[in-house]
């Protein structure tokens, strides 16, 4: 069994570029596959560029799981089967929203 798990830990050295570039390709996967289910673009203002979208929680975050952030809740909403407790909204909108309460875009409309 010790070798078995020296043979693991010498492996993971040995491929951790590799190993590192997987997962972060399935983080980014992880990302579109929640832009497009929740329509492709910011819901408030139409950008859909993905690397300004952001994943928007309708109801506020729980502070008991602050650290669920970025690449983190998008694995949590696509493993949760990407509720309707969520929706995306670009940085910006996304911020002034949590600034404000309410987006520059939507008090003008």
């Given amino acids: 069994k010790i070798e078995l798990l020296e043979y693991g ?16 390709l399935r983080m980014q996967q992880s990302k579109l596959d929640g832009i497009q289910a929740y329509g492709g673009c910011c819901q408030c203002c139409g950008e859909s560029n993905h690397k300004f979208l952001t994943l928007e929680h309708l109801n506020g975050r729980d502070k008991s799981k602050k650290r669920r952030t970025g690449i983190i809740a998008w694995n949590i909403a696509r493993i949760e089967g990407f509720p ?3 929706t995306v909204l670009c940085f910006n909108c996304n911020c002034a929203k949590g600034a404000y309460g309410i987006c520059p875009h939507m008090e003008n409309k």
């Fill in 9 to 24: 830990k010498q492996y993971r050295q040995e491929k951790r570029k590799e190993i590192g570039l997987q997962k972060k």
């Fill in 84 to 86: 309707d407790t969520y």
